[in-house]
């Protein structure tokens, strides 16, 4: 059963909205960054994933830190850095034009992994804070629902 009633609790709403704008912006980037490469730039598949790929790394790399000193962090300061870090990629990514390089366009990749181990992990900590053990099953499934209904839209007509 859906429980509509765990959005009254200012956390869990706040930080549904907040995964699920990230998600689409975050989603976006990911689908929208490789077609570039390729329709545009003439990259193979294998290169323009090579391109994507070090986003990763520091996800990666960060992802341990964060959630072993969550409990030490302000949760809502490091989200508000992630989106920062997405913000500050996105207008990296709008600067580079068709004769950017391979290692040009892969720097801001990397650097968004930062963002990345900063807003799905605090989030996750975010949304599940206060709720009994008999909410958590049903909490779980709202971020991950409500974060597809953007990529769910059927595609336009050419």
């Known amino acids: 059963m859906v429980e509509l009633a765990l959005f009254k609790r200012r956390n869990?709403?706040?930080?549904?909205?907040?995964?699920?704008?990230?998600?689409?912006?975050?989603?976006?980037?990911?689908?929208?960054f490789p077609l570039w490469l390729q329709i545009d730039l003439g990259y193979t598949a294998t290169w323009a994933g090579l391109a994507s790929a070090p986003v990763g790394v520091l996800a990666f790399l960060m992802a341990p830190v964060i959630g072993a000193n969550i409990q030490r962090l302000e949760l809502r300061a490091v989200v508000t850095f992630?989106?920062?870090?997405?913000?500050v990629t996105s207008f990296w990514f709008a600067s580079f034009d068709s004769?950017?390089?391979?290692?040009?366009l892969v720097l801001p990749?990397?650097?968004?992994?930062?963002?990345?181990?900063?807003?799905?992990?605090?989030?996750n900590q975010m949304y599940l804070s206060g709720l009994n053990a008999?909410?958590?099953?049903?909490?779980?499934?709202?971020?991950?629902?409500v974060a597809r209904w953007p990529r769910a839209s059927p595609p336009r007509p050419r």
């Open 12 to 32: 869990f709403t706040v930080s549904v909205v907040a995964l699920s704008l990230g998600m689409m912006a975050f989603f976006g980037i990911n689908v929208v």
């Open 82 to 87: 992630a989106f920062i870090v997405f913000a």
């Open 99 to 104: 004769s950017a390089s391979f290692g040009t």
């Open 109 to 123: 990749r990397f650097v968004m992994g930062i963002g990345i181990a900063c807003f799905f992990i605090p989030l």
């Open 134 to 145: 008999d909410q958590v099953a049903s909490a779980s499934a709202w971020p991950t629902s």
